[in-house]
């Protein structure tokens, strides 16, 4: 081994505490690298290849009834593969315990499964007949239903019970969600029952024809133009709405989080070595300003420049080498965890762990690269040291007033060690600016989880709570007459109720298009509470649309602008409609309309297709095996499902308050290290005064609090542009967050910081305690 490099050893040695820390930085950073980059890449490969084999539409179109024999003519239209006719709907299913509602999907299967979105494994689709159907995977799972089983769904009010033939997985029901407005997946309160196509046709009279259509196309560069000719050639059949493969609920969500992982792998680890390569420079600054003197022996005896500085980078070089081999490992196994956490709310049957080589290249390229331009930051100082002077001890430097002292209001009232702080936090004004950075960045990634928590709590209680206020929303299996509330009113104990119409249709403005519900309610409404962008109360106008932020944005719309809505109900024109408010909602996208008016202009007068109800009735059991009612949505089964949801959240919420945490005791635990080293001989002198240990220890930790409180002050606009970052980022049109930023999220962002920090100082106690004061006065340079 050549000397230097047994040098370099030692010298790492000598700084464990401080190597060991960045090392555990970079490995951090790079795991969460690894992790999330290999779990968002065999996400994707699985999906596509299940996607690809299930023979997922490319394009499914929602009508309200096509005969049998018009599929033909959509076979031959222009790029178009396959056609597949199903019947669709959704009914309650008859369980044990009455205070629960379960509602199930029944869906026709052809015989053999058709040609599109096949299940998986393919051998489940034989033998489905009469009486018998396949449930899907998740549903199958929580409630412990087995095949054998018995379930018995009400469908057209009539009870039908069907033995479960199989349990299947399918590419359509990835994230098994009843619609946009669930917000998580509930899988023991929605499931999924394929049937004989000739058992759904004779319950819902539905003899040679369909309400859904699956489609698949060759190219799918030709999805857009063959879903607008499709608009115009079915609008006789009453389509109700199309959606294309990119706009499905579960492909959708499912983009959503891989979105997500790409974004933390991009963020965070670059933060990560960001810290990491400041820490480098702090201390090999520190090392190269103790080493001066065998710099300067170094280069006496022959040795170049170069090899000098290269001596020192190989300790950075080291440190990132370490830090990468260490961070690949454990990034991959959290790869394989966050796979199998991943496979509780996405039923990818295909999914497996694969090592994908080119970001183990990418990791340890560019920590090397971060490491090294750190370590040249921090070791550059060797190329001036030249052998003669670095025989002489390096000159102090010299004192200077520093800004606040001109200011002797304040000056003249701080004590003694409050003074000796802050002059020395401004002796080494450039530390000081890489700790404050740093810090503030630890304190920043803290901010966002907290707000994550606060804004998913603060986004359901708004819509559950404030924007929409009834108990229940009563489907109905079709549009009927108003009067329907009548009927309803005499099963029930109800203290209010209301009429609705939700349709779907094409909003647009130009060449912006966008299909959402449009939801119909009275003018003066009881369970609707609706905001504009300035938070102030509106009420829906006679004539005119409210529309969401989020659809103002995707069609670039802006109150007093005008929007086309594009009807799909037969002899139903499309009309232009102002848009009187942009109003705020969290979840999902409508547009809002007084009843009457959206029954003149777009459906039909005295239509209804659901009822609002403000009742503490046992709803779900009384209309359990009702004609005609399609679902019952709660508020109560909503909340539940939340709060299973925010117990997952938390884990990793307290994951990524660690990773900050991580930062700010790397960056305070080596920056004190690194002060009482270059201190002893001050910190004796202060011993020869009279200071014990303890004052000196404290004189320390009120540097760290001046430092770590810039550092909070100066991380409240960067945490807020994380924020605002995030929150852009994960809008779509299933949710968005709202832009709640509130004191508290610093508060608890900053106490967090505080804690870490506070570890790290107590860490540094001990060296403290083990500093030899009497040899540090005698010391000298040798």
């Known amino acids: ?162 033995k479960v033939a199989d349990v299947a997985s399918s590419s359509e029901f990835v994230y098994l969600m009843e619609n946009e407005q669930t917000m998580m997946p509930a899988n023991e309160r929605f499931g999924v029952a394929y049937v004989a196509e000739e058992f759904a046709q004779s319950v819902y009279g539905f003899g040679g024809s369909y309400n859904e259509l699956l489609i698949r196309v060759k190219d799918e560069d030709m999805i857009d133009d063959i879903a607008r000719k499709l608009e115009e050639r079915l609008d006789k059949y009453g389509v109700k709405r199309i959606v ?235 549009p009927m007459n108003e009067n329907v509330i009548y009927d309803v009113k005499g099963l029930l104990k109800v203290g209010k109720l209301e009429p609705r119409v939700e349709y779907p249709f094409e909003i647009s403005n130009g060449l912006k298009k966008l299909n959402a519900n449009i939801v119909g309610v009275p003018r003066n409404t009881m369970f609707y509470e609706f905001r504009n962008e300035y938070d102030e109360e509106v009420i829906l106008p006679y004539k005119g649309i409210f529309i969401t932020e989020y659809m103002a944005k995707a069609l670039n719309v802006k109150k007093g602008d005008y929007v086309r809505v594009r009807n799909f109900i037969p002899g139903k024109d499309d009309m232009y409609f102002e848009v009187k408010e942009v109003i705020k909602q969290y979840l999902g996208v409508n547009a809002y309309m007084d009843i009457e008016h959206m029954r003149e202009k777009l459906t039909e007068k005295n239509m209804i297709t659901a009822i609002s109800v403000a009742s503490k009735d046992d709803v779900k059991t009384k209309l359990e095996d009702i004609r005609n009612i399609s679902f019952v949505n709660s508020r109560e089964d909503m909340t539940k499902a939340f709060e299973e949801y925010m117990d997952v959240m938390l884990l990793s919420i307290n994951i990524m308050i660690l990773f900050g945490g991580i930062l700010g005791f790397a960056l305070i635990y080596n920056s004190t290290i690194i002060s009482i080293s270059e201190r002893r001989m001050e910190l004796a002198a202060l011993r020869v005064m009279g200071f014990d240990k303890r004052e000196i220890f404290w004189m320390l930790a009120k540097e760290n609090f001046v430092i770590t409180v810039i550092s909070i002050l100066l991380g409240i606009p960067m945490g807020t542009g994380m924020i605002y970052s995030i929150a852009d980022a994960f809008n779509t049109e299933i949710y968005s967050l709202p832009m709640i930023i509130t004191t508290r999220i610093f508060i608890l962002a900053g106490l967090s910081t505080v804690l870490f920090v506070s570890i790290a100082q107590l860490a540094a106690l001990k060296k403290i305690h083990n500093i030899n004061f009497i040899d540090a006065l005698k010391s000298r340079i040798s």
């Not at 196994?333 to 999914?351: N, R």
């Not at 001036?384 to 209001?409: C, L, V």
Request: hydrophobic share 50%; with cysteine; charged share 20%.
């Open 244 to 478: 294309k493969r990119e706009d499905q609920l579960s492909n959708k969500i499912l983009s959503q989080e891989l979105l997500g992982l790409d974004i933390m792998a991009a963020a965070i680890p670059v933060l990560f070595l960001i810290v990491a390569g400041i820490i480098i420079v702090i201390v090999l600054s520190r090392i190269v300003s103790n080493d001066r003197m065998s710099i300067g022996v170094l280069k006496a005896l022959g040795y170049s420049n170069g090899q000098v500085l290269l001596h020192y980078l190989k300790y950075a070089l080291i440190i990132g080498i370490t830090g990468s081999v260490l961070g690949i490992i454990v990034g991959l196994v959290i790869a394989g965890a966050m796979s199998e956490i991943y496979a509780m709310f996405f039923e990818i049957p295909l999914l497996k762990v694969e090592i994908h080589y080119i970001y183990i290249i990418y990791s340890i390229v560019l920590t090397s690269l971060f490491c090294m331009v750190s370590g040249f930051m921090g070791a550059r100082r060797v190329l001036g040291i030249m052998p003669a002077d670095s025989m002489r001890p390096e000159p102090p430097k010299s004192g200077k007033h520093i800004f606040i002292e001109n200011i002797s209001f304040i000056w003249s009232r701080l004590s003694f060690s409050w003074k000796m702080v802050i002059r020395n936090i401004m002796r080494t004004k450039r530390r000081f600016v890489f700790l404050v950075m740093g810090l503030a960045m630890a304190f920043a990634i803290n901010t966002i989880p907290i707000f994550m928590w606060d804004n998913a709590t603060g986004m359901f209680y708004i819509q559950y709570g404030k924007f929409q206020k009834m108990d229940y929303i009563i489907g109905l299996a079709k």
């Open 1 to 162: 081994m050549k000397k230097l490099d047994l040098r370099l050893l030692r010298m790492i040695k000598a700084s464990k505490g401080q190597f060991i820390s960045v090392v555990i930085i970079i490995m951090v950073g790079l795991s969460i690298f690894i992790s999330f980059s290999t779990t968002a890449v065999n996400m994707r490969n699985a999906i596509d290849y299940y996607y690809e084999e299930s023979k997922l539409s490319h394009i499914h179109v929602q009508l309200m009834r096509i005969p049998q024999n018009a599929l033909n003519e959509i076979e031959s239209m222009e790029g178009v593969t396959d056609v597949q006719g199903r019947i669709s709907f959704d009914v309650p299913l008859k369980i044990d315990d009455k205070g629960e509602k379960v509602t199930i999907r029944i869906i026709s299967m052809p015989e053999g499964g058709g040609k599109v979105n096949r299940l998986y494994p393919g051998e489940t689709m034989d033998g489905l007949n009469q009486g018998k159907t396949i449930l899907i995977r998740q549903f199958a799972q929580a409630r412990n239903i087995k095949p054998g089983d018995i379930i018995q769904p009400y469908i057209n009010g009539r009870e039908h019970s069907l």
